[in-house]
């Protein structure tokens, strides 16, 4: 676990979690090799993130809104074990930093004997949909994503 | 052949087909059984209707309009051979039928050794995305359309 | 309702389902359309198809087996009502016909509302892994596959 | 540009690139924003990556040997500009690092007017299918890959 470098001390880390999105893995989301595609870590990802969103209640502010937008500015997914087909998942997500206008998110996938199969990490950006450009987070957000900020 | 029952004559059928569109299959495109998924064939298809579209000039009347759309009423695709991981496939499509607000597109996809490996039907309509309901088609878009009916 | 070829009672074709596998509508499945692909009602069939023969006691059988397995000959999707970003629905399975080494599957899916957003048939053929052919079904399959032939 | 922290100057870098491969944005990548969703960025990487495997010869070793394999261990993508449907994509390939059993993957993804709308990296562990253990380079690998880093 030490060459994911964005974690520290793995038990700290993982400690810090606490919402979660349960999936399972599709037939369809294997490949040739008999595992999961890689891509796929990513559409597991943006699940969790988007049910994570509206479990903090900024789901009508960014997914339905005409004016305001979030927009992943990276993703970075770190494949620790093999996932294959069927198995039952929990994608968890907590909040890394909060800057400005962006904040960074860290994902961490257990598999059913509480192994971490996946982890990752996230910079999403709020934005103006019609400007195109970044808009500063309000106080009221930002104290919304401290408390899931471990 | 005699079991797809949108074929009649498969010679025939098959002269038919003028326009296509090239794909190779990704390695992503695969599941574990070790060929191309069946969900990835109808990606394929919309592939190929998407560039039949533009081909015929229809593309900017269909897919950057704000007002006129175009929907999939439904679609259905025959697996006659296996497709694998970096096979170059040629997705050719043609008009079936043309209706008042909507027309039946056919879809073959030949091998390397121009063998038939996948067929489909499918029906699109023409939408008001404003109303919501089906837009007859012009005289214009119609005679567009009957010059790929065969 | 009329238009769908394999439905000739809505009523007595929809009474007749019981399995289905609930499934979300994920945020990277819709398109720049802004509602559901219509590829992914095929990751969807495909879904429940697989949790249906792990319900009937199949899965073993055909989607962990060297020797046998089981291939789509042919799927078709009707697309009734528009689905959105995270509706929750609900994908029925069951036989419609049970043949030497092949049968034929109806999908229904229902929005939350209970009304009919899609539908679909399919024809699934058991295969010879090693030889690539047919292989007749046994009659303990055919007898647990018409408990869901209605 | 200067945020993406695996890339000092972005000149020096952009030039280290030679193979490509072309991709077109398809209709079915967009999601209801209007534009590319984010996981299909490493499709596209997974694309580019099978191709340059191809062109240096690692096809047959990599992709269809029964006991050597290769495995994405970590993957990123930074989001630099917004890609859009029908989008015309070179998608680039350079070897960053070379390790005892891995190697690091650079990714560009160049639009029309060869403005920068994606870049990546990625680590690849050699893999030995029987033992799911890393396996080391040959000297011979090591260096065909040596010849495309830049």
Sequence with gaps: MSK??????VNTWRAGFEFFCPI????????????????????YFEEARV????????????LYNEKVSNVVANIQCDYLRQVYF??????YVKVHRIGGA?????YMVLNEDNEISLTGKNTVVQMDRETGRSLPLSDEIKS???????
Tied chains: 1, 2, 3, 4.
């Design 4 to 9: 994911v470098e964005y974690i520290d001390d």
């Design 24 to 43: 399972k893995v599709r037939f369809g989301e294997t490949d040739m090799f008999g595992h999961l595609n890689n891509a796929n870590a990513f559409v």
């Design 51 to 62: 049910e994570f969103f509206k479990h903090i209640g900024l789901g009508e502010e960014w």
């Design 86 to 91: 069927d198995e039952k998942l929990r994608v």
């Design 102 to 106: 962006s904040f960074d998110l860290h």
């Design 144 to 150: 919304v994503l401290a408390e899931y900020q471990k």
